[in-house]
């Protein structure tokens, strides 16, 4: 594809200081988002998967603006949003809207849902009051309500049925990329299902691009065309999803596709175990963040932090195992051991 | 395989919720049993009665408005709900102990864990000293693969990462060498590196102390890696019941069909997910007829105006669907797979 896409980040950072004491003295930072830098084409599902605490939603926030990157530039649809005023990033946000995880928390209980689908409507001064009307209903139709709902307030809604309502909500002023930060999460099981194709289908038919940030695995391969996973504030691999769910590169990649249990009883696989927790944001070890549970550690991890660099077919991986001089080593090893068998 | 014995059966077990808008029946004529030994999950999404009937077990169901108003819980053949508050307390944490979503919920943040432990050995272990319940307290979190457990001991629960908490209530559940442990949906809150170490923990020791664990989970993934049998929940009712393989291989109720359909694989990518349509109903809506009727693409007549019965379909296979009853049932199968 040659197209420009539709939204490039580069080194994107996000740090949130920490202040000790009666002065309120910066002691040091919680490096949520640190360095990343990605692109999203047009019509395209880029999918964020890391585990808690690895900046995946901090990263949508900051996409946003509702958080001020500390560093960095996104550059949307040709512009520039680190360097807009707050009106003009509020008029940008017709174009870039959010769908959030916990649909009950994110619609106000005292409005109706007929009113919570206006506003946005009402904030753009987009079209006259019958015309508002009219697309409100009209969009509770495409997610799969009716017109009478638009008198009730959120409380009189299922889960499934208020996550509809939050992407009808995205939907009001025909964005064009939507930020769903872990959309499916709260629901059960057979309600994901119902959601996750009403996303695929309006995909289609509005010919949106989805940012789409979730914990689990099978959910984002299922959904997007590429995925990026996380690891304290770093992005250790980016891929298209079939050669990353196949091929997994880094070793923490490998570890979180072989955690994930599978529903079938009689698939053996093989499990990659890593052991401890994830280190905290606010003392990140040195080198390469994830040598402290690697079980493929070598000394130059622990010394320099190895950059996102495309290995093959668009694949990238931020490792010192692929990086030329240990690729090496690692070839040397392999022929030494196959000569002693 | 032997036989081996029933440890735990719960029959005709009736819980009941008696709220301002009605009596509500979270748990609706549920009959199971765990074997010695055994893992069970019961599965299901929310709202259908596997965490109250699993707090009914536990005899610690919210009371009012909660009320058991039928049935019998026999552990090792002694009817649980004839016995007294004192008795329950005895047998709760030394024959039947639990362990719950959110560890840090159901630890005392203002006590360490040596304390929190301790209280529990000696209030089983009534002629044991300080000392040696302590002793006992690093023991346990040894084998639950705790590091450092020496110093863990005197720390506090807001010290600990979400994993290790969990691993400090397995500890602390498994104290008094119990005979069942419930776990209510022990993974649910950890990060899947983490699930994956608990769950190899609780393999383990189940292999290892023989102890029989009822797994509680929404998560069918987490059900095919560690359970041998496996009981589906729907609206308070048991729907289906088989071991682990034959609910995959061979789901009979269109509920546990669809259920299965509708999670995503991360093994290949589907390009459509299959979804159940409508929402899990309100546990006391549905008065007359199948639960699951209103949302079943193969329902009939008789779904709606009848109550089906958790019947026997093959060895160890039950399934409460008209389609496996007689009339629904053709040589082929049953009669709405057949013809679809």
Not at chain 1, 132 to 142: A, H, N, Q, T, W
Not at chain 2, 83 to 104: H, L, T, V
Not at chain 2, 156 to 165: D, E, F, I, K, V
Not at chain 2, 251 to 278: A, E, N
Request: proline share 6%; charged share 25%.
């Amino acid at each position: 594809m040659d197209q420009k896409p539709l939204l490039k980040v580069e080194g994107l950072k996000k740090y949130f200081p920490i202040k000790k004491g009666l002065l309120g003295r910066t002691v040091g930072h919680v490096k949520a988002v640190d360095d990343i830098s990605f692109y999203v084409n047009k019509g395209e599902t880029l999918g964020i998967v890391g585990e808690s605490g690895c900046g995946k939603s901090t990263t949508g926030r900051v996409l946003m603006r509702l958080l001020e990157p500390t560093e960095g530039t996104v550059e949307f649809d040709g512009k520039e949003l680190t360097s807009l005023s707050s009106s003009e990033m509020r008029k940008m946000r017709r174009d870039i809207q959010m769908v959030f995880q916990d649909p009950y928390a994110s619609l106000n209980p005292r409005h109706t849902i007929g009113k919570i689908l206006e506003e946005p409507l009402l904030v753009h001064g987009i079209s006259d009051a019958k015309e508002r009307k009219k697309s409100v209903i009209k969009f509770l139709e495409i997610v799969g309500l009716s017109a009478f709902h638009a008198k009730r307030y959120p409380h009189q809604f299922s889960g499934g049925q208020r996550q509809r309502i939050g992407i009808a909500r995205a939907l009001m002023t025909n964005p064009k990329l939507i930020i769903a930060d872990e959309p499916v999460s709260a629901l059960d099981v057979s309600i994901q299902a119902q959601v996750l194709n009403l996303m695929q289908d309006l995909q289609k038919e509005f010919d949106l691009t989805y940012i789409f940030i979730a914990h689990d695995l099978g959910v984002v391969r299922h959904i997007s065309d590429r995925v990026g996973v996380m690891y304290l504030g770093k992005m250790v691999e980016l891929a298209p999803s079939e050669q990353l769910y196949a091929t997994p590169l880094h070793p923490y990649t490998k570890a979180l596709l072989s955690a994930v249990p599978v529903p079938d009883p009689d698939y053996v696989k093989e499990q990659v175990m890593i052991d401890g927790d994830i280190p905290s944001p606010a003392n990140p070890p040195s080198g390469c963040t994830f040598h402290t549970r690697c079980p493929f550690k070598m000394d130059i991890c622990t010394k320099v932090s190895p950059q996102l660099m495309e290995h093959e077919n668009g694949q990238s991986v931020a490792c010192h195992l692929y990086s030329e001089q240990a690729g090496n080593d690692i070839e040397m090893k392999e022929k030494e051991m196959e000569g002693s068998l | 395989m032997s036989e081996r014995k029933k440890v735990l059966e719960v029959k005709d077990l009736q819980t009941t919720f008696f709220t301002d808008s009605g009596a509500i029946p979270a748990v609706d004529h549920v009959d199971f049993f765990v074997r010695e030994g055994e893992v069970l999950g019961i599965v299901g999404e929310s709202g259908c009665g596997k965490s109250v009937t699993s707090l009914s077990v536990m005899g610690l169901v919210p009371k009012p408005p909660g009320k058991i108003t039928g049935g019998e819980i026999l552990f090792q053949g002694n009817d649980l709900l004839k016995k007294s508050e004192r008795e329950m307390r005895y047998i709760r944490g030394n024959d039947i102990a639990m362990i719950f979503q959110e560890p840090m919920t159901s630890l005392n943040p203002l006590f360490t864990i040596g304390n929190q432990m301790s209280e529990a050995i000696l209030i089983h272990e009534k002629k044991w000293s300080k000392k040696r319940a302590r002793a006992r307290a690093v023991e346990m979190l040894k084998l639950v693969g705790l590091p450092r457990a020496d110093e863990l001991i005197d720390e506090y629960p807001h010290q600990l990462s979400g994993g290790m908490r969990q691993r400090v209530m397995i500890a602390m559940a498994l104290v008094c060498d119990p005979k069942v442990l419930i776990a209510d949906e022990p993974t649910t809150a950890l990060d899947v590196t983490i699930q994956a170490q608990i769950l190899k923990l609780m393999k383990e020791l189940n292999t290892r102390l023989d102890t029989a664990i009822m797994l509680i989970t929404h998560d069918l993934g987490v059900v095919a890696e560690t359970c041998e049998r496996v009981i589906v929940m729907y609206a308070g009712q048991v729907i289906e019941e088989a071991s682990v393989k034959k609910i995959f291989e061979d789901p009979q109720h269109p509920y546990t069909k669809g259920l299965i359909q509708s999670v995503p694989d991360m093994r290949y990518k589907k390009d459509r997910l299959y979804s159940i349509p409508g929402n899990v109903p309100k546990p006391g809506t549905i008065k007359k007829g199948c639960k699951f009727a209103a949302r079943c693409e193969f329902a009939f007549d008789r779904c709606l105006a009848e109550d089906p019965a958790l019947i026997q379909t093959e060895t160890g296979h039950q399934t409460r669907c008209f389609l496996y009853s007689e009339e629904g049932v053709t040589q082929d199968g049953p009669k709405a797979f057949v013809e679809s």
